[in-house]
């Protein structure tokens, strides 16, 4: 090359770095949307709620009452409210495990990981979905891959593909989050061979808590012949919670 020719060159190197520079900010940007939006609905420290969980299939429709605590990602616990039948059941989540007390039997039982994406009570949630396994801002890496409208909503829509050795249990979550607030609006979840196993929708936008969130969220599964939605009652955010109910001890109670 010429000096004349590396002249010539040089003003492209600044562009090439900032390319590199945006390519960067942008991901970082992905991961920061994803986190503000589960922040949004799970609280930076905790969360509590009381919630309607209404599950419909081809044959039955059946609704449950339930309450729920969380930690961080690291201590939650679901209580069912009614119907009376089921009232007293619970499920707890201590770092890595998961138990289920059965109050009709009074038998506690350790939820194996192998269960994770197993049916939570016979809904289209799972046990990870109930006690909120995944921390997606650390398990995956986010990037956005277009924009579309949700609802009429703008929303940025991201993939969201496992780091290597996370413990997850989806091989691609493709995540839709509103533009103007940041709130999730919808996710769809896959497998590791690529075949959509579910979707979640997000809708009825409102305060509660102090905050705008979407208080019905609904999972269909892959083809919608049966769905689960969770209506929020009531929602509260990052307000002190007793550590000592996440324990076995009290699960048993």
């Not at 009376?84 to 619970?90: L, T, V, Y």
């Given at each position: 090359?010429?000096?004349?020719?590396?002249?010539?060159?040089?003003?492209?190197?600044?562009i090439?770095?900032?390319?590199?520079?945006?390519?960067?900010?942008?991901?970082?940007?992905?991961?920061?949307?994803?986190?503000?939006?589960?922040?949004?609905?799970?609280?930076?420290?905790?969360?509590?709620?009381?919630?309607?969980m209404?599950?419909?299939?081809?044959?039955?429709?059946?609704?449950?009452?339930?309450?729920?605590?969380?930690?961080?990602?690291?201590?939650?616990?679901?209580?069912?409210?009614?119907?009376?039948?089921?009232?007293?059941?619970?499920?707890?989540?201590?770092?890595?495990?998961?138990?289920?007390?059965?109050?009709?039997?009074?038998?506690t039982?350790?939820?194996?990981?192998?269960?994770?994406?197993q049916?939570?009570?016979?809904?289209?949630?799972?046990?990870?979905?109930?006690?909120?396994?995944?921390?997606?801002?650390?398990?995956?890496?986010?990037?956005?891959?277009?924009?579309?409208?949700?609802?009429?909503?703008?929303?940025?829509?991201?993939?969201?593909?496992?780091?290597?050795?996370?413990?997850?249990?989806?091989?691609?979550?493709?995540?839709?989050?509103?533009?103007?607030?940041?709130?999730?609006?919808?996710?769809?979840?896959?497998?590791?061979?690529?075949?959509?196993?579910?979707?979640?929708?997000?809708?009825?936008?409102?305060?509660?808590?102090g905050?705008?969130?979407?208080?019905?969220?609904?999972?269909?599964?892959?083809?919608?012949?049966?769905?689960?939605?969770?209506?929020?009652?009531?929602?509260?955010?990052?307000?002190?919670?007793?550590?000592?109910?996440?324990?076995?001890?009290?699960?048993?109670?």
């Amino acid at each position: 090359m010429t000096i004349h020719d590396f002249k010539q060159a040089r003003p492209f190197r600044p562009i090439l770095t900032l390319m590199m520079i945006a390519g960067i900010c942008y991901a970082q940007d992905a991961k920061q949307i994803v986190q503000r939006a589960e922040d949004a609905i799970k609280g930076k420290t905790s969360s509590h709620s009381v919630m309607d969980m209404t599950i419909v299939t081809p044959d039955y429709t059946r609704t449950m009452k339930m309450e729920s605590w969380s930690i961080g990602d690291e201590k939650a616990l679901v209580n069912v409210l009614s119907p009376a039948r089921e009232a007293g059941n619970r499920t707890l989540k201590l770092g890595n495990d998961i138990w289920m007390y059965l109050r009709n039997t009074e038998t506690t039982i350790r939820i194996p990981p192998s269960m994770m994406l197993q049916s939570w009570n016979g809904s289209d949630y799972t046990y990870d979905d109930m006690v909120r396994g995944e921390t997606l801002a650390d398990d995956y890496d986010i990037t956005i891959v277009g924009s579309e409208k949700i609802d009429n909503v703008e929303c940025w829509k991201l993939q969201l593909i496992p780091k290597p050795n996370a413990p997850v249990v989806w091989g691609k979550i493709i995540y839709w989050a509103r533009k103007e607030d940041n709130l999730p609006a919808q996710a769809e979840y896959f497998d590791e061979k690529g075949n959509l196993v579910r979707t979640m929708i997000m809708s009825d936008f409102k305060v509660m808590g102090g905050r705008m969130i979407p208080t019905v969220w609904t999972m269909y599964n892959s083809d919608r012949t049966h769905s689960t939605e969770i209506k929020m009652d009531e929602a509260a955010f990052d307000k002190k919670i007793p550590s000592s109910i996440f324990s076995l001890k009290e699960l048993e109670k």
